[in-house]
């Protein structure tokens, strides 16, 4: 059994309430597009409020005001030195966030914050276009004070957002998880501990959710390529990347937690094929992807990038499903589509009499004369 620290009991983190205009969206949130980090607040709230639904928070909350059941979670800014190991239940960390000249960071809640800061400023709503109600007088009282749970730094907050949002009820999507894993284990964190944050089922796939996202960093780096559709379909490249042939199409050991340079997961001489990948599987700026269903990935193309002669296909045609069939070598190939060719001939073998029309006629001359070259090939080769 772990021994790592059981971050859900004791030490009970106080609730204070504290007015909005003291607490602030999360820049580094990994929901969050990596462009709009770090970003000034106007502008996190304009990505909040387009890409994350924030319609149905305000509805409840024109009509309800703030739900004090659901706390934000914040951290203190500026906090000071003698505060950073104190207990949180001390009264001298109590008073500090309670005083009211006290900021805080809001890292759980950024949604709530933000459909509340909205409601509460009409001429933010104006310069954002954002077309909600005008709250009451008594509900505007309500959302200018908001209860918020404090931790004293982001690293203890850490465990709680991983619960609540990778095993928990409010599931960020596969690429926020990721970057969430990568924060964690890039915070000179072992995969152990990691494991240990997460739980048993969802730490199982922790290092493959890991190397999915540097692979991401890495083709972006060497190829300054958009992995913005990458992003949004990230569940895809964690399904290539759990298989053996796509491990050894990218030069990656069998334990995705031995890589020896996270940053560069992919050996130089396998870099082209890290490019090859992600083009067929999202695309490029000039190409569709080659796969069409997420299937594609466990029947067609697992078995394509294993073949060299069947790689160099696709990358010139494109045509994933031709790429495929030469996955045997050319001869079982060439046997595969006689038979094919052989059968359908047969069928209409079976009604041909019934339609003695030219055009039908015509057809059948095509198939002789393509027959019969066929025959020739073969035995001039043979001669």
């Known amino acids: 059994m772990s021994s790592s620290p059981l971050y859900g009991i004791g030490r009970k983190r106080p609730q204070v309430n504290k007015a909005v205009s003291l607490l602030h969206l999360d820049k580094d949130n990994p929901r969050l597009p990596e462009e709009a980090q770090g970003k000034d607040e106007p502008e996190l709230l304009n990505v909040l409020h387009r890409d994350f639904n924030l319609d149905e928070l305000a509805d409840s909350m024109v009509r309800n005001g703030y739900f004090d059941e659901e706390p934000l979670v914040g951290i203190p800014i500026g906090l000071p030195d003698s505060l950073r190991n104190a ?14 000249s006290t900021e805080l960071t809001i890292v759980e809640g950024n949604r709530r914050l933000a459909t509340a800061k909205l409601l509460l400023d009409l001429q933010l709503r104006d310069m954002l276009r954002v077309k909600w109600p ?20 982001r690293s203890e907050v850490v465990p709680y957002l991983g619960v609540r949002h990778i095993v928990g009820i409010q599931k960020w999507d596969s690429y926020a998880k990721a970057r969430y894993i990568a924060s964690l284990k890039d915070d000179q964190t072992t995969w152990q501990e990691v494991k240990d944050r997460l739980g048993e089922k969802q730490g199982a796939d922790a290092a493959k959710y890991y190397l999915c996202y540097k692979l991401l960093e890495q083709v972006k780096n060497e190829f300054d390529y958009d992995i913005r559709r990458a992003k949004l379909d990230f569940s895809l490249l964690l399904l290539a990347v759990g298989q ?11 334990q995705l937690s031995d890589i020896s340079d996270p940053d560069e997961p992919v ?11 992600m083009s067929w599987i999202f695309g490029d ?11 594609d990935i466990t029947n067609l193309l ?3 990038v294993a073949v060299p002669s069947a790689v160099q296909y696709l990358d010139d045609t494109r045509d994933l499903q031709a790429a495929y069939e030469r996955t045997d070598g050319e001869e079982v190939m060439l046997r595969k589509l006689l038979t094919e060719a052989n ?3 047969e069928r209409a073998l079976g009604i041909a009499h019934r339609y003695p029309l030219p055009e039908v006629v015509g057809e059948i001359e095509k198939c002789e004369k393509t027959v019969r070259a066929l025959l020739k090939s073969v035995r001039d080769a043979d001669a």
């Open 87 to 100: 207990d949180p239940n001390s009264e001298e960390f109590i008073s500090f966030v309670r005083n009211d």
């Open 134 to 153: 005008i709250v009451s007088p008594a509900v505007a009282d309500d959302l200018r004070i908001l209860p918020v749970i404090v931790y004293p730094a």
């Open 244 to 254: 053996k042939s796509y491990k050894q199409f990218l030069g990656l050991p069998r």
């Open 267 to 277: 050996p130089p001489e396998k870099l082209d094929n890290l490019q090859r990948l």
């Open 285 to 295: 700026r000039t190409r569709l992807p080659v796969i069409k269903e997420s299937r």
């Open 302 to 304: 697992t078995h394509v």
């Open 343 to 345: 059968s359908k001939l």
